[in-house]
């Protein structure tokens, strides 16, 4: 299977979790520059986490382009307020801010409802948001941009009149939507990807544990871009979320994949590389080096070799991904929840 259409990399390069576990990394002390350069050694794509929680500089773009090698790809999360989800005060550019009410109304957690930013505010949003990730549209560095939705983000047609809109306001852009509520999926689900198709967005395939707020997992393509984002299977962890107990990232996404459970994704996997231009995997089951493990596992399972330049498959520090061993998992399942809640 080719590398040039079928990419594998994780959520974060840089995830505390990751970092602290030390068996990725060569040191645990290392500059941002020397840790995205060995990151990239091994993997050819890499989501950008940080841009949900606040509009990155356009320098750090451009940085983050000097830093890889040719064909190295980075795939953006949309910022909070782009997906429903209710930004953080000190996170708003000061161009927001001049827009906001004189007293915005806050959420419980001191968050800036998204219902308080006029569509003015959310046209500048946009324009902020795509000059940040020029730099890496015009190294030929931009894989898409990920519009996960807030968990309480329902179906309806105001939602999908936005969904139709995002094209326009990021032109040359490749989209994917990540759903997390079961309005959109199954309730709606014919309406829903006919929507995606006729906006030519993809519809992320997501991989995460059964629950009762569950999302079926929906192998289906619905642009030329396909995007599979893996949250790991640990029920437990999404449970006590749901319960209202806020269980640290790595509590709930604590969850090496088994080898056979990879396995089972591989026709999945290789039916999209069949019908679409390129193919991504995203691991998000973050806690120790459990992404980057399940990463190369796929990597091998797929016969994909190393980084963009083909560097070496293993870092000498991790070695070859081993079985699980452990990790809470759940049987199989075909009916699975989305995406990670507040990440």
């Known amino acids: 299977m080719s590398s040039e259409r079928v990419r594998v990399g994780i959520c974060s390069w840089v995830d505390p979790a990751l970092i602290e576990d030390g068996s990725f990394y060569p040191k645990k002390s290392m500059t941002a520059e020397a840790r995205l350069r060995w990151y990239a050694r091994f993997f050819d794509t890499v989501e950008v986490n940080a841009s949900y929680y606040a509009i990155p500089a356009a320098r750090n773009a451009l940085l983050w382009a000097e830093r890889t090698p040719p064909g190295f790809l980075f795939n953006i999360k949309a910022y909070a307020l782009m997906t429903g989800h209710h930004p953080r005060p000190e996170t708003l550019p000061a161009e927001l801010q001049l827009l906001l009410p004189r007293h915005p109304r806050l959420t419980r957690r001191g968050e800036v409802a998204a219902d308080a930013f006029s569509s003015e505010a959310l046209d500048q949003t946009f324009r902020l948001f795509r000059e940040a990730i020029d730099p890496l549209a015009r190294a030929g560095k931009l894989g898409y941009v990920l519009f996960q939705l807030a968990p309480w983000v329902r179906f309806d047609h105001a939602r999908l ?21 079961r309005s959109w999926l199954p309730d709606h689900v014919d309406e829903t990807l006919r929507a995606l198709r006729a906006a030519g967005l993809a519809h992320v395939i997501v991989d995460a544990p059964a629950t009762p707020n569950a999302v079926p997992y929906v192998p289906e393509l619905t642009a030329r871009t396909a995007v599979f984002r893996l949250h790991g299977r640990n029920a437990e962890g999404w449970l006590r979320q749901l319960r209202g107990e806020a269980p640290a990232v790595r509590e709930k996404y604590d969850y090496l994949y088994a080898e056979s459970e990879l396995r089972a994704l591989q026709p999945d996997v290789e039916a999209a590389a069949a019908e679409s231009e390129r193919v991504f995997i995203s691991f998000n089951n973050n806690n120790r080096a459990y992404p980057v493990q399940n990463a190369l596992m796929m990597k091998r399972i797929l016969l994909l070799h190393g980084g963009p330049r083909n560097g070496p498959p293993y870092p000498p520090t991790l070695g070859a991904p081993r079985q699980s061993r452990g990790a809470p998992r759940q049987p199989p399942a075909r009916d699975i929840a989305t995406g990670d809640l507040f990440e």
Request: glycine share 4%.
């Open 161 to 181: 009149d936005y969904l139709a809109s995002l094209p326009a306001r990021l032109p040359g852009c490749a989209l994917a939507v990540e759903f997390r509520d």
